[in-house]
Nanobody, 121 residues
Framework: QVQLVESGGGLVQPGGSLRLSCAAS????????MGWYRQAPGKQRELVAA???????NYADSVKGRFTISRANVKNTVYLQMNSLKPEDTAVYYC???????????????WGQGTQVTVSS
């Protein structure tokens, strides 16, 4: 009933930039928080950045000053602008959202399928 479609991953050299997008669609009544997580091989999934419906943001210390999260509420879309990328940013990036659907009584979490970001020379 709810789909999250991510785009924008790929291969980039150290110091380069990428912009990830994630669009939520389906029977959505309201969206609370939207965010990005990442998981590198052999590591646990970790929060990269999140943004509330009011625009408050939260970032992992490792990406502060380099990554910027934003959202377009009318499009149910969240973006992650990633600058000054480092090899340690290499991971699968997952979009996550907490929302209400027309058929549910409470908030639920939904995840995208993931998009690979590789930072390498």
């Amino acid at each position: 009933q709810v789909q999250l479609v991510e785009s924008g991953g790929g291969l980039v050299q150290p110091g380069g930039s990428l912009r990830l997008s994630c669009a939520a669609s389906g029977s959505i009544f309201s969206i609370n928080t939207m965010g990005w997580y990442r998981q590198a091989p052999g590591k646990q999934r970790e929060l990269v950045a999140a943004i509330t419906s009011g625009g408050s943001t939260n970032y992992a210390d490792s990406v502060k000053g380099r990554f910027t999260i934003s959202r377009a509420n009318v499009k149910n879309t969240v973006y992650l602008q990633m600058n000054s990328l480092k090899p340690e940013d290499t991971a699968v990036y997952y979009c996550q959202t907490t929302l209400r659907t027309y058929s549910s009584s409470g908030l639920r979490d939904y995840w995208g399928q993931g998009t690979q970001v590789t930072v390498s020379s």
